[in-house]
């Protein structure tokens, strides 16, 4: 990086550490019962995660029979474990996403058991997912794993079962027994007993499911009973902010990220004044509700919403209830260590909770490299993958470059769209400086520029190359020491994380001059962020964009000590392979 990257980069770290990314040396009261409170179902979290609890009205109960159940409360963000058993109140829907992007949705009054689940994206035929509903309503939209084999997803019901290929559909558990089920699409088989199996293979029709188990010829459904049977799940959660408002009246099953769902209503907190947003911090019982009323007193409430690290620090530090409430030493919320810092609203919970990021690494398979988290802390097991597949996007418009060098007053903003191929181990995208003021002289505003960069160095071209935590003298070049990688040698090579990357470089003109010019770095910290329960899995990433000012008058190019720079912490968009 150049000189402003690598302060950049240095500042960035210790400042989402200073939100929360490492654990308090002297854990207050609140935060010392939690973790007592953990301990008693710890043997949960060490069991696979299946899922997430993707959307809830209010918190869940989840059960776990372990040779004596143990029961927890769980909301949205939580994960759902192998054998959990989630339960909903008479007031409380809710919808639990898998990772194969298998979706349920379930009403009031509710369970639902993921009993299997095995999911191997790049082997077909080897997946196989067996849930079992006892009571209640649900909906469920199938994933990859149905989609991989007629007879991989199986769903009990108290008096048959069913093999669900491709399909969504609703249904319902009546108190005299019976059950209803239809199909909205794809289609399902459905067994009971010694009986020929009895197949829903047109939308809008359905089943009854005599409690014996007799299964009735299968019937169009009229409009208002199926209507009926699908309102049964649905639900428009107003929850804080905005966050996780999700209707399950449509058939998408794309990615749902961990999010916040208790605390006020947007509405309550978006005009607050500093008394008010004070009193309701102070008032604040679960870091929850705290984080509902930060996210909506700083920005839209919208998980994509990009929030001020310094600003967060400051409500933080001017609260003792609020710092109580979090894991964090007030010594890392120092001011100066947060400018130019933003992270999304949705990030918000995991670093005030004290969530710790774990980098990818660079590591070999099958005499290839691929990225992964290959021995993840304590705190990450079952939580991450070994191995990343697919890619992940990262973009943002507008992002602030502050002051990060000799002058006050020095200012920019950029965009940013960067896409990392985990399987081709590239890092491709488009990135544009606009709105740059160095030392007082305004700079054109750039193109946008393209870029593309392969993480491997041992084949790459110079202009492709990717370096970590590098040092640049003024004329671009390299420096032969000083880099602060693992190995030295300022390039990201085999067996080092993927932290402090460089992925783009250029230059922007000052109006009207050939004296001064501008070299922009790109790049950031790529992985996973985990608070120890639940994880976002290789789509967390912190990117970064500094512009350093180059005096070039004299004929040996300079730096004037002028720069700006910023970097946002965000949740990616994953696509799969």
């Known amino acids: 990086m150049t000189k402003s990257g690598e302060a950049m980069d240095k500042k960035s770290v210790c400042s989402f550490v200073g939100l929360g990314l490492i654990r308090r040396p002297a854990v207050p009261l609140m935060a010392a019962g939690m973790m007592i409170l953990a301990a008693d179902i710890s043997a949960q979290v060490t069991k696979p995660v299946s899922g997430v609890i993707a959307a809830s009205t209010s918190p869940v109960e989840i059960r776990f029979d372990g040779g004596g159940a143990v029961g927890r409360l769980a909301g949205t963000g939580d994960p759902v474990h ?92 009546n108190t005299d027994g019976t059950t209803e089920i239809a199909l909205l699409s794809g289609s399902i088989s459905l067994n009971s007993g010694g009986a020929a199996p009895v197949d829903l293979l047109t939308s809008g029709w359905g089943v009854t499911i005599s409690p014996t188990g007799g299964i009735g010829a299968p019937e169009l459904i009229p409009a208002q009973d199926l209507d009926s049977l699908i309102s049964g799940t649905e639900f428009i959660q107003s929850s804080p902010g905005g966050e996780n ?91 100066e260590e947060s400018v130019g810092v933003n992270i999304s609203t949705a990030l918000l919970s995991y670093a005030l909770a004290g969530g710790e990021p774990q980098w990818m690494t660079v590591i070999t398979e099958n005499a290839s490299p691929r990225v992964g988290t290959p021995a993840p802390r304590p705190d990450y097991a079952g939580l991450v993958s070994e191995i990343y597949a697919g890619a992940v996007r990262f973009d943002r418009t507008g992002l602030e470059l502050p002051n990060a060098g000799d002058s006050a007053a020095d200012t920019g903003m950029a965009d940013y769209d960067i896409t990392f191929d985990y399987d081709t181990l590239t890092f491709s995208g488009t990135y544009r400086i606009y709105d740059l003021v160095m030392g007082g002289r305004a700079y054109t505003d750039g193109s946008e520029t393209s870029f593309t960069g392969a993480l491997h ?77 639940s994880a976002i899995d290789g789509n967390f990433g912190g990117i970064f964009v500094a512009v350093d000012e180059v005096d070039t008058s004299g004929g040996t190019p300079a730096f004037t000590g002028n720069s700006v720079s910023g970097i946002q912490y965000e949740i990616g968009d994953v696509s799969q392979p």
């Open 82 to 173: 192998l054998d959990d058993e989630v339960i909903t109140g008479p007031e409380t829907s809710a919808q639990i996403l898998l990772k194969d992007q298998s979706l349920f949705s379930i009403g009031p009054s509710s369970a639902i058991t993921i009993d299997r689940f095995v999911y191997d994206p790049d082997k077909d035929g080897t997946s196989s997912l067996v849930a079992t509903i006892t009571r209640g309503t649900f909906k469920f939209i199938s994933g990859r794993i149905a989609r991989s084999g007629d007879e991989n997803m199986v769903l009990n019901l108290p008096n048959a079962v069913a093999s669900i290929r491709g399909t969504s559909g609703p249904g319902r558990i």
């Open 245 to 335: 408002q999700a209707s399950d009246s449509g058939s998408g099953n794309g990615d749902v990220e961990g999010r916040s769902s208790a605390g006020p209503e947007a509405g309550d907190t978006a005009e607050l004044t500093p008394d008010q947003l004070e009193q309701r911090l102070t008032e604040a019982e679960t870091l929850d509700e705290a984080v509902a009323v930060i996210a909506v007193s700083l920005g839209s409430g919208e998980d994509s919403a990009s929030l001020s690290a310094g600003d967060v620090s400051r409500i933080i530090l001017e609260n003792q209830n609020l710092l109580n409430l979090t894991n964090i030493d007030p010594a890392l919320l120092a001011p």
């Open 457 to 533: 160095t041992e084949t790459n071209n110079a202009g492709e190359r990717i370096y970590k935590y590098p040092q640049f003298d003024a004329a671009g070049s390299l420096a032969a020491s000083g880099n602060q990688d693992e190995n030295g040698n300022g390039l990201l090579d085999t067996g080092e994380t993927l932290e402090g990357l460089t992925i783009a470089r250029g230059t922007v003109s000052m109006d009207g001059s050939s004296d001064f010019e501008g070299h922009v770095s790109v790049g950031g910290h790529f992985g996973s962020i985990s608070n120890g329960v």
